[in-house]
């Protein structure tokens, strides 16, 4: 029993927590609930942490290994997505690992959001981003499939900018998730549609 964080016995005495350490070193919010095993998850849990949109996180024993399900991947995009509806920097950021890189299609010598992002490089896309419309950006899932560790999604925007035009763009992203976060992002969209809104 001496493997299991001390946190991970505060959270199990007080039922909902606003933040927990999992075995894995991943943080999270949500409430304690007992741990439904899914067919690819190995290893013992005393319970596992539900988010507030459903995702599960078990809170391991650390014997073996506890892999996320493909539905635990799929629902980390879920609320990935949804910070950019509420301009959620801070979400964004935390969602993704220290080393997660963000690449765009298109030649970096002709549209500047092209090429490959560190985590700080996207924190600055995305508050660039975010200061050019009135609310947030609207980013509807209209096809998500998941496999192993990755999830493909296909994706549809909607925004207003400050200056009042209507953005709508679509886009293909290809997300790899580890321990919980975002490690990699790989993104295609019409970024001559980007440009021709935002110059």
Same mark, same amino acid.
């Given at each position: 029993? #001496? ?117 700080? %490089? ?41 200056? #009042?035009?209507?953005? %709508?763009? %679509? ?24 440009? %021709?809104t935002f110059g």
């Amino acid at each position: 029993m #001496g493997a299991v964080p001390e946190v991970d016995w505060m959270a199990r005495r007080q039922n909902t927590v606003r933040s927990v350490s999992l075995h894995t070193g991943v943080s999270r919010r949500g409430t304690i609930v007992p741990w439904t095993p899914t067919p690819d998850s190995t290893g013992q849990a005393l319970g596992c942490i539900r988010s507030p949109r459903g995702a599960q996180f078990p809170l391991s024993l650390n014997i073996g290994k506890t892999t996320m399900s493909t539905e635990d991947n799929k629902q980390i995009v879920r609320e990935f997505c949804d910070h950019f509806r509420t301009s959620n920097l801070d979400g964004l950021i935390d969602a993704m690992t220290e080393d997660a890189t963000w690449w765009v299609n298109g030649k970096p010598n002709l549209f500047s959001s092209a090429g490959t992002k560190t985590k700080a %490089e996207a924190a600055s896309m995305f508050r660039n981003m975010f200061s050019a419309y009135t609310t947030g950006l609207d980013m509807k899932i209209i096809n998500m499939v998941g496999e192993g560790d990755s999830v493909a999604a296909e994706v549809r925007s909607r925004a207003t900018t400050k200056l #009042g035009k209507i953005y %709508e763009n %679509e886009y293909f992203f290809l997300f790899k998730i580890r321990d919980g976060k975002i490690a990699i992002v790989r993104e295609y969209t019409d970024l001559m549609y980007v440009q %021709e809104t935002f110059g």
